[in-house]
T-cell receptor, first 117, second 113 residues
Framework: GAVVSQHPSWVICKSGTSVKIECRSLDFQATTMFWYRQFPKQSLMLMATSNEGSKATYEQGVEKDKFLINHASLTLSTLTVTSAHPEDSSFYIC?????????????FGDGTRLSIL | KNQVEQSPQSLIILEGKNCTLQCNYTVSPFSNLRWYKQDTGRGPVSLTIMTFSENTKSNGRYTATLDADTKQSSLHITASQLSDSASYICVVSPGAGSYQLTFGKGTKLSVIP
């Protein structure tokens, strides 16, 4: 089945550091990738949608200058949390889907636990 | 506002027993409804996808039902196993060319021996 790999799975860093998270589709071409944030006991909240080769579309309230998204190839998207602060600590999950039927499931990565000290 | 409500919020059952999780949604337009299983600290894994014309879909011991008229869905788990302990998330897609999904908060299921 379709596999999405997310790296790293866990990050602890100091306030002010920038952190890059990678999301790769291992066995299919992901024309669209999504980045979510999930707080404890909450549902996944969509942060942004990225299509290969174009700028990401951010959800209302998500700062595009703080959460930089790059989707340069059909198998890789990156999320960079710039100048991270403790309030950015969360579980970040990416998902990917291929062009075609919108009935295809989004395939999720295993998430990245980000802790900012 | 598009919403997906799940109940119960949490559930504890004995190993081997059956259980049913509920999902009500107000998403419009509606294209399809998905159930995902999310283990703690992991990403969601798709269990079933149903379009508005489908009433039921099975995946092993998981059976999902959908009533598009009442905008309700259920996920039935048969002969539960310890490995079924996870959060089960109901997700609705609006279709109409959109890939965006509306997520429920999930039901946390704990299967105990």
């Amino acid at each position: 089945g379709a596999v999405v790999s997310q790296h790293p799975s866990w990050v602890i860093c100091k306030s002010g550091t920038s952190v890059k998270i990678e999301c790769r589709s291992l066995d299919f071409q992901a024309t669209t990738m999504f980045w979510y944030r999930q707080f404890p006991k909450q549902s996944l909240m969509l942060m942004a949608t990225s299509n290969e080769g174009s700028k990401a579309t951010y959800e209302q309230g998500v700062e595009k200058d703080k959460f930089l998204i790059n989707h340069a190839s059909l198998t890789l998207s990156t999320l960079t949390v710039t100048s991270a602060h403790p309030e950015d600590s969360s579980f970040y999950i990416c998902s990917a889907t291929s062009r075609g039927s919108q009935y295809q499931p989004q395939h999720f990565g295993d998430g990245t636990r980000l802790s900012i000290l | 506002k598009n919403q997906v409500e799940q109940s119960p919020q949490s559930l504890i059952i004995l190993e081997g027993k059956n259980c049913t999780l509920q999902c009500n949604y107000t998403v419009s337009p509606f294209s399809n409804l998905r159930w995902y299983k999310q283990d703690t600290g992991r990403g969601p894994v798709s269990l079933t996808i149903m379009t508005f014309s489908e009433n039921t879909k099975s995946n092993g011991r998981y059976t999902a039902t959908l009533d598009a008229d009442t905008k309700q869905s259920s996920l039935h788990i048969t002969a539960s196993q310890l490995s079924d302990s996870a959060s089960y998330i109901c997700v609705v897609s609006p279709g109409a060319g959109s890939y965006q999904l509306t997520f429920g908060k999930g039901t946390k299921l704990s299967v105990i021996p």
